[in-house]
Structures are given as C-alpha cells and as structure tokens.
C-alpha cells in the first residue's frame, strides 16, 4: 500500500512537471504569479521571496527557447576569438 501511494506520487509530479514544461508561456507566467502570490498569502514566503519564486518558475528552460540562450544568433565579426580564426583561416586559403 504504501509503495503504490509513493508511485502514485511520483506520477503525479512528472505529470505535473510535463504540464508545467509544455505549457503556453503566457499560462505558465500567470500560474507562476498565482503560486507565489499564495505562497505570501499562506505565510510561507515573504513579498521579495514571492517575486524571486514568481520570476524563477515563469522561466523556459534552456531547449526549445532560442530567445534565451543565443546559440542560434548570428555571429558578430570581432566578438570572439572563434570568429578572428575562422576569418584568419578563410584569408589564408
């Protein structure tokens, strides 16, 4: 018995992480508000800690949100020393 309750609870968590993790941005920034905002209503949190947990839980990962982690932005001339060997080796060729 007490096994099937912490498996149902472990499901229930990947569940909720999986909703979590795919839902819209817009919903996922307001269910982030409304959970903190609980939080500091029931006590737990004070009003700083509240906002630090609303923005932290509002994030996107890293996978799948291009916006964030500028890997796929194109590459300034100079900006790195990446870009001053490839730019060296072209000229050589």
Not at 46 to 51: G, L, S, T
Not at 53 to 81: E, I, M, V, Y
Request: charged share 15%; hydrophobic share 40%; aromatic share 6%.
């Amino acid at each position: 018995m007490t096994q099937q309750l912490i498996v149902g609870l472990i499901v229930a968590a990947a569940a909720f992480y999986a909703v979590w993790r795919w839902m819209p941005a817009g919903w996922r920034r307001t269910a982030a508000h409304k959970l903190a905002a609980g939080t500091q209503r029931a006590g737990l949190v004070d009003q700083e800690r509240a906002n630090q947990l609303a923005a932290s839980l509002a994030k996107t990962s890293g996978c799948g949100s291009c916006d964030t982690c500028g890997s796929c932005a194109p590459r300034k001339p100079g900006n790195t020393k990446a870009t001053e060997a490839d730019t060296a080796l072209s000229n050589s060729r």
